[in-house]
Structures are given as structure tokens and as C-alpha cells.
């Protein structure tokens, strides 16, 4: 099956600074999601970005399906930013997700 | 749009009993469901494909008769642990394919089961 690398497993911030979180997947895509997940566990969704890049307020995501990878830049991050940012991808024709591992973030005051 | 909901939040059991978990699309239908589980500090693992009127499809390794899972209607799902014991613990997640025809997942809040 499909296999989902994210990196840094971990991230420690200032807050005002900006990040960038990259996904690596190993097999075409129909499905990519980046969600955020809080401290309760409910999983937030960010972007639906099979490919092309999209702005959300602070938050923007790429994903270069090609090269078989996305990235999320979070700028002037916030201390409500904190919590585990969640890649999950959809092989090409299955409706099943695939998590990777997630990146702990921490935004410090 | 695309609100899922699961009922209860949280429960906490005694071993051997069954704890019955609800997820509802509030604001649409969804043909297919799915339900998730979650360790500490772990990712999330696909338990099931819950497609509504036919049987569910179950991951490799996911016991069916310990994971009974229904989507008798258009927007609920109900996942049921039968027997229920210490290992089954866990934070339970569904989750609902966008309407539209988009591959997009929208997830409920979870369950936490704790199981005495």
C-alpha cells in the first residue's frame, strides 16, 4: 500500500515565526488532506490539495502530485496553533485514507 | 457544511460489556462512512468502510465480530464493542465522504472508550 512520510516529526516555535511541514507519499493520489489536531483530538481539516496550492488566512498548502509531495507553511504562527498536524492520502481510485505520522508542534509564547 | 457528529464523547465501561458509538452527518448524506482508531501518541488507523445498506469491509487485522459496525441509514453509523476489554481502549474516530462526488473526508470530534 501507499506508504506517508512526514517530516519533522517534531517542531518547536517562537511564536511569530514561520514553519513549513512537508509529506512525502510514495504512489499517485486522488485524495490529500492536511488536517490539524487539538488538544480534545477532534481533527480539523485545513486543505483538500490533491494538487496546486492553496491560501487559508495564515496557512497555505502545496502539493506537487508529480513529485509525490505537499507542504504546509504556517506563517506569524500563534501560540492556538499548537497540536499535531496530520498528512493523510488517498491512493489513486480507493476511498481509504492513509495517515502519516504527524508533526508535534509547539508554538511557545 | 459537512458536520459530523459522534455520540457519546467519552464512556467508561466495565470488561465484557458492549459500548454502542453513533456518528451522524448532521448537514448531509453520506453513502460511505468510515471509522478510525487511535493510540496515544499514535497516527490514525483505518478500522472499517461502512457503506450504507451493505455489509461493512473491514481492514486486515480488525475483528468483525468484536467491531460491529451498522450504516443502516444516509447519515448514521454506529460502531459497537462487543465484549469490551482493557485493550480496546482507545480513541475511536469517524468519519464521512464528502458529498459531491469529492474524495474528501470530514471527521467527527471521536469517542474515548475506557474499559475497566
Known amino acids: 500500500g501507499i506508504q506517508v512520510e512526514q517530516s519533522p516529526p517534531d517542531l518547536i516555535l517562537q511564536e511569530g515565526a514561520n514553519s513549513t511541514l512537508r509529506c512525502n507519499f510514495s504512489?499517485?493520489?486522488?485524495?490529500l488532506q492536511w488536517f490539524h489536531q487539538n488538544p480534545w483530538g477532534q481533527l480539523i481539516n485545513l486543505f483538500y490539495i490533491p494538487s496546486g496550492t492553496k491560501q487559508n488566512g495564515r496557512l497555505s498548502a502545496t502539493t506537487v502530485a508529480t513529485e509525490r509531495y505537499s507542504l504546509l507553511y504556517i506563517s506569524s504562527s500563534q501560540t492556538t496553533d499548537s497540536g499535531v498536524y496530520f498528512c493523510?492520502?488517498?491512493?489513486?481510485?480507493?476511498?481509504?485514507?492513509?495517515f502519516g505520522k504527524g508533526t508535534k508542534l509547539t508554538v511557545n509564547p | 457544511g459537512a458536520v459530523v457528529s459522534q455520540h457519546p464523547s467519552w464512556v467508561i465501561c466495565k470488561s465484557g460489556t458492549s459500548v454502542k458509538i453513533e456518528c451522524r452527518s448532521l448537514d448531509f448524506q453520506a453513502t460511505t462512512m468510515f471509522w478510525y482508531r487511535q493510540f496515544p501518541k499514535q497516527s490514525l488507523m483505518l478500522m472499517a468502510t461502512?457503506?450504507?445498506?451493505?455489509?461493512?469491509?473491514?481492514e486486515q487485522g480488525v475483528e468483525k465480530d468484536k467491531f460491529l459496525i451498522n450504516h443502516a441509514s444516509l447519515t448514521l453509523s454506529t460502531l459497537t464493542v462487543t465484549s469490551a476489554h482493557p485493550e480496546d481502549s482507545s480513541f475511536y474516530i469517524c468519519?464521512?465522504?464528502?458529498?459531491?462526488?469529492?474524495?474528501?473526508?470530514?471527521f467527527g470530534p471521536g469517542t474515548r472508550l475506557l474499559v475497566l
Open positions: 493523510a492520502v488517498g491512493e489513486g481510485g480507493s476511498e481509504k485514507l492513509v
Open positions: 468519519s464521512a465522504r464528502a458529498p459531491g462526488g469529492y474524495w474528501a473526508q470530514y
Open positions: 461502512s457503506n450504507e445498506g451493505s455489509k461493512a469491509t473491514y
Open positions: 504512489d499517485s493520489v486522488n485524495n
